[in-house]
């Protein structure tokens, strides 16, 4: 019995489709770390995210071969709000995440707690997630008149609120402007440092994942094709070809180093 | 009473309890978009509900239908002056038939060719005909002592004649038989909603209920028809070509969602043809 | 925790404030009528539709029409309800126009206007129809000013409705105006690139068809998005969830609600079955 999330020889074929999406995938998310998965576009990094956090086969039917389990228990055989208490999963836009029944974001936060039929003594420890993302001075705001990153942290506190122990983002930050990246980028470093939670990002912002991920996963085509220690992979000369731009960081060290510059340790950390 | 129950449970899946708002904004907004800026005799407001009727079964279809008239109606800016409440009733019958459409399979497409496209349209055709000349020989229209004028005659005779040849190209251009199905079942729904909403409009608002359709109540008053068949006159003209269109759109965004789209709802078998494949597939449990 | 029903003091009202739920959260309305629990503020609603619709004659709706003029003025929003009655006018004209001059089987001319005749008989039905329109009218624009959705919602949701009925209705609410957002977007961008909106009526169908198809594949898209995003967040566990808001309530509220709703109906089966006429 195995402690994490592990897939093991993951494929998935979504219904009704002719080709299996994802192919033999091992990944292992661990409390505590960050796993950044890149790829270009169609290689399946959305549906990884819906295998893991077990919304696949479970809610959207297609077949899944090889085992995903959490603690040896394989997250089909389990149900959707158990499942939600376990691994949390964050989308793209945060507009499709609001429940549309509350009107302030206290409560929207709350939605799952009280979904759970949890007593309001227990439900008001929901500032707990609020803080996390920072979000406690609008929590008496309207959720459908926030911005971008505003909604999306929205949507993190509400997940958050769950006490999940695995959070899953699908590209959270592709559909926010500089700002609202920054927000969410911080939120997840406090979540990380101050919950424990494991958490598997997707992203095609490489310098996010350069700023918090362990360890990254490069998907192509639906496979693994690179997996390793967030610097080394993002370092790896061969991500250009397989459709990933890598971070600010490692761009300039190779600039440096072509017009014969010097690159040291101090640069490096100035450039972050 | 166990049976009901779950028919009714089976109705009404996470993905249908998503789907029903927005079907309720689709109703309202194109509703209210296509009655204002064209003030056409046609309402263009039942998308919604008959899209979640045939996808989900007919409660789900009625709920919605209610809901939308009711929503629209107490609705801040667009709701105040309009007489739509009181047809919520008429709504909830238009969902509930998309429901029986739905598990009667109108809505799969069916792409033919030849034989298997000709006779569907001209059963289709046929049907149409018979409807339209059943409607020309009931008394209100017939009977120069119940006061219809008699550009009404004229007016069924083309309205069947365009349906006909509608339903024609369409099954031809698309090679779909399955628009000879939608056009009937459109057609019946629309005579079903006039009847209903006749004795809705003549008792609740007197006949007149603000819509483009008023001209026509007008137009037939003044050849003598008293507020109940005037309302059921106008109905009888504009219920049909409204539901009718409004199947074909429906229809029309069926087939071009994805199956995999189509085939978590509750009525989905009965809109996509199943491949050999997907019958092994894990079932999902859908939340309920 | 079982939830029960509310009174003034109930034990429910009293668990919310136990928690010490921020009053952000609590809004407990204030204000005379405003304070009145929303399902009594409903049914009389309701009570008002039945009444100006059902009961025949000028006293049905003119009863209406002054208990919902007074209840608003109570309430402070009077003033606020001269945009819903001019929003009746267009209705209202229609209504006038069509059976003064066309109510069929009368003969009381007024004058002869050339070829159109109005009759007294259509101008009592006019206006007869014309007061039932503004009275429900007004009773529905009370209801909008003085409640607002998510108390009903609340509400209903303790006494049964379940989370699957409130969500269908608040999120229904919540997607009218972002889709008629949506709606204008894409009109904007469509006549951008030259639909027409103004002109002749096959020119506006013309330009009105390509706008039907975004709107609807744009809605329609988001369904399954937001289908996970409700099992993410529990929704589909079983049984009766927390409502963490607790409206007040009374036994006083209650019997009035049972007395106002059993009076209506009543009233609108008396008229109509007996021999009992109102004016």
């Keep these: 019995m195995s402690e994490g999330l592990v897939l093991a020889g993951a494929s998935y074929r979504y219904a009704g489709a002719s080709k299996p999406t994802l192919r033999s995938v091992d990944l292992r998310l661990d409390s505590g770390r960050v796993v950044g998965v890149v790829g270009p576009n169609e290689s399946g990094k959305s549906t990884l995210c819906l295998v893991v956090a077990g919304l696949a086969p479970g809610v959207i039917g297609g077949r899944l071969e090889g085992s995903v389990g959490l603690d040896g228990i394989e997250l089909n055989a389990m149900r959707s709000p158990d499942l939600a208490q376990q691994c949390g999963l964050l989308f793209q836009n945060s507009a499709t995440q609001l429940s549309n029944m509350t009107a302030t974001v206290f409560e929207e936060v709350a939605f799952g707690p009280c979904n759970l039929k949890l007593p309001p003594v227990e439900v008001i420890e929901v500032w707990w997630a609020l803080r ?32 999940p122990r695995y959070l899953v983002l699908d590209e959270p930050t592709s559909e926010l402007d500089p700002a609202g990246t920054k927000l969410v980028t911080e939120a997840l470093e406090r979540i990380v440092r101050e919950t424990g939670a494991g958490i598997l990002l997707v992203e095609h912002k490489t310098d996010v994942l350069a700023r918090i991920a362990d360890e990254v996963l490069v998907l192509d085509h639906g496979t693994v094709a690179l997996s390793g220690p967030a610097a080394t992979v993002l370092a790896d000369p061969r991500l250009a070809e397989l459709g990933v731009e890598p971070p600010a960081g490692v761009r300039l060290e190779r600039a440096a180093k072509a017009s014969g510059l010097e690159w040291s340790a101090e640069l490096a950390e100035a450039v972050g | 009473m166990d049976l009901l129950q779950r028919w009714v449970a089976r109705q009404f899946t996470t993905r249908v309890i998503v789907m029903m708002p927005v079907a309720i904004a689709i109703n309202i907004v194109l509703g209210y978009t296509v009655q204002s800026v064209l003030k056409l005799p046609i309402y263009v407001d039942s998308i919604g509900t008959i899209l979640v009727g045939c996808v989900a079964g007919p409660l789900p ?34 969902g509930f038939m998309a429901g029986i459409w739905g598990y009667l399979g109108v809505f799969r497409s069916r792409p033919a060719s030849g034989l298997r496209l000709i006779v569907p349209a001209a059963i289709a055709i046929a049907i149409i005909v018979l409807l339209a000349a059943r409607m020309y020989t009931i008394p209100q229209y ?5 006061g219809y004028p008699s550009w009404v005659n004229v007016a069924i005779i083309g ?14 251009l698309r090679r779909d038989a399955g628009g000879a199905w939608v056009a009937v079942a459109g057609a019946v729904t629309g005579i079903v909603a006039a009847i209903v909403s006749a004795p809705i409009a003549a008792v609740v608002y007197g006949g007149v209920t603000g819509a483009g359709t008023d001209v026509i109540v007008a137009a037939l008053r003044q050849g003598g028809a008293d ?62 | 925790m079982t939830p029960e029903r509310p009174t003034a003091t109930s034990p429910v009202v009293a668990e919310a404030e136990e928690a010490h739920l921020p009053e952000f959260v609590r809004r407990i309305p204030v204000g005379p009528y405003r304070a009145l629990n929303p399902v009594t503020k409903a049914t009389l609603a309701v009570v008002a539709a039945i009444l100006a619709f059902g009961v025949r004659g000028w006293t049905g709706p003119a009863v209406v029409l002054v208990v919902v003029v007074s209840c608003a003025w109570t309430a402070g929003v009077l003033r606020r309800m001269a945009p819903f009655a001019l929003a009746t006018l267009p209705l209202v004209a229609s209504i006038l126009v069509v059976n003064t001059f066309l109510y069929p089987g009368a003969h009381d001319t007024i004058a002869k206007l050339g070829p159109l005749s109005p009759t007294w008989t259509g101008a009592t039905t006019a206006l007869q129809a014309t007061l039932r329109v503004v009275a429900f009218g007004f009773s529905a624009a009370l209801f909008a000013l003085t409640t607002p959705v998510d108390d009903l919602l609340v509400e209903l949701e303790r006494r049964g409705l379940g989370r699957r009925g409130a969500f269908v209705v608040g999120s229904a609410l919540g997607a009218v105006p972002s889709t008629l957002e949506r709606a204008r977007e894409v009109a904007d961008a469509q006549r951008a690139r030259g639909m027409e909106t103004e002109g002749g009526l096959w020119r506006r169908f013309r330009g009105l068809v390509p706008l039907i198809g975004p709107v609807l594949f744009g809605a329609l898209a988001e369904v399954e998005e937001r289908t996970m995003a409700l099992e993410a967040r529990a929704f589909t566990a079983p049984g009766r969830r927390t409502i963490l808001r607790a409206l007040p309530d009374s036994g006083r509220q209650r019997a009035a609600r049972w007395l106002l709703f059993v009076g209506s109906v009543v009233a609108v089966v008396v008229t109509l079955a007996t021999p009992v006429r109102l004016p």
């Design chain 1, 132 to 163: 996390t993302v920072g979000l406690e001075k609008l929590a008496s705001r309207d959720p459908v008149r926030l911005s971008g990153g505003q909604g999306q942290l929205v949507a993190l506190a509400s997940v958050l609120a769950l006490r």
């Design chain 2, 61 to 94: 279809g009625a709920i919605t239908g209610i809901l939308s008239n009711l929503i629209w109606q107490y609705a801040p800016g667009i709701g105040a002056g309009s007489s739509i409440g009181p047809f919520a009733v008429t709504a909830g019958v238009i």
């Design chain 2, 142 to 146: 017939s009977d120069p002592g119940m």
């Design chain 2, 159 to 172: 309205i069947g004649a365009a349906a006909s040849i509608s339903v024609a190209l369409f099954v031809y």
């Design chain 2, 227 to 288: 507020v109940y068949n005037a309302s059921l006159g106008q109905g009888l003209l504009s219920d049909p070509i409204d539901k009718t269109i409004t199947s074909f759109v429906v229809f029309l965004i069926l087939a071009g969602a994805s199956s995999r789209f189509l085939a978590r709802f509750p009525l989905g078998d009965r809109l996509v043809r199943v491949e050999a494949s997907d019958a092994n597939d894990a079932g999902a449990t859908d939340g309920n």
